[in-house]
């Protein structure tokens, strides 16, 4: 059985961290993002192999993941002409396979039991299933509605007050049976939301939901971003690195250097390769990446800092994320949500 998992996006709500970083290789602590979607799939071990359908700077991604040995799955890459949209990409991606495939959207983060997706889909005999997860705000979101058998009913977009008659969404995973993919047009954009799955309810073929009510999160946006890293450190997200430990603690790579007289409070993660110098404080919330370097006497909280960015003397840094290889002068204050997008400099006595 294979996967295929759309990564093709150009992650445009989470721009400028993704101008040179597509979002499935955006990190979360240590790793890229689309290996925790990989460790979801190895919860099935009759998935043997991985399809990764590309459009947005596929050789980044294809760099870090190779043949896919490190990861225990085969991968093989697909690499979209155009954008094709939700339904083209899993054509064009799906083009080879004949049997039932595990289809994610690139930037659902869940511990859905894929599994017992599967074997409801198998159950009930579907041409395809669609996991559900609730939310709190059903208005902004499009709303899927089903019967007390769990059949699709209808895909309500944006719904109006008035309009809410349950409060689930569609979480981005699917089972789908290949020999549904003859009708998504070739090498034009299709949606699989608004055109494919309509045409299961039309032609009267059975498409059903498994709702989860698990964890679940969209993590394209920078307040989602932040909202991940924060899941983890408090144990909602149980598959996290912080799986049984006591995130009260800093968690410290041993190739970390942190000097004397520097302050660590959890929970906070420091990667391999960074120094925290004398008199510096690391506060709760605070993402270090690799090779990260923190001046004397700054202080930061609530703060992810990607790989290679310095922070100089005596900087205050609260709330935000910091790109890729910054350079943050002197007596710097940045407080809220900014985003500071990968190389950029910020002289000192500079207020953000």
């Known amino acids: ?12 709500r989470l721009r400028p961290l993704t101008i040179h970083t597509p979002k499935p290789i955006v990190p979360i602590f240590d790793r890229p993002f689309l290996n925790y979607q990989l460790d979801l799939l190895k919860r099935v071990p009759e998935i043997d192999g991985v399809v990764l359908s590309l459009n947005y700077q596929p050789r980044r991604i294809e760099e870090i993941f190779g043949d896919g040995g490190d990861t225990g799955f085969a991968i093989r890459y697909v690499v979209e002409p155009a954008p094709l949209g939700t339904g083209g990409a899993v054509r064009y991606a799906g083009e080879s396979l004949n049997e039932s495939v595990v289809v994610l959207n690139g930037d659902v983060l869940t511990q859905v039991d894929l599994g017992a997706v599967i074997a409801l889909h198998r159950e009930r005999r579907a ?17 899927v509605e089903t019967d007390a058998q769990g059949n699709i009913l209808r895909f309500l977009e944006k719904p109006k007050p ?27 954009s299709y949606s699989i939301e608004r ?26 946006t920078p307040e989602k971003y932040i ?38 409070t959890g929970p906070c993660f420091i990667d391999a390769g960074a120094h925290v110098k004398t008199d510096a404080e690391i506060g709760p919330g605070t993402v270090l990446g690799r090779g990260v370097v923190i001046e004397d006497g700054a202080k930061l909280q609530n703060t992810i800092v990607w790989p290679n960015t310095r922070i100089g ?4 840094i609260d709330g935000p994320i910091l790109g890729r290889n910054c350079h943050i002068g002197r007596n710097v204050s940045i407080t809220g949500r900014a985003v500071v997008g990968d190389k950029t400099t910020l002289t000192d006595y500079t207020h953000l």
Not at 197 to 213: C, H, I, K, M, Q
């Open 1 to 12: 059985m294979k996967a295929i998992l759309l990564a093709g996006g150009k992650g445009t």
């Open 162 to 188: 008035h309009e809410i008659t349950c409060d689930t969404i569609n979480a981005g995973i699917y089972v789908l049976e290949p020999d549904t993919f003859d009708r998504i047009p070739k090498d034009v």
């Open 195 to 220: 055109a494919y799955f309509p045409s299961l309810n039309e032609r009267g073929e059975t498409f059903v939901a498994y709702v989860d009510r698990g964890y679940w999160i969209d993590i394209g």
């Open 227 to 264: 909202q991940v890293h924060r899941d983890m450190f408090e144990g909602r997200f149980s598959a996290g690195l912080y799986q049984g430990v006591d995130s009260r603690q800093p968690m410290v790579s041993p190739e970390a250097r942190i000097d004397d007289g520097a302050t660590l």
């Open 313 to 316: 003397q005596n900087a205050i």
């Open 127 to 143: 041409k395809a299933t669609i996991v559900l997860t609730p939310v709190e705000n059903p208005s902004a979101y499009g709303l």
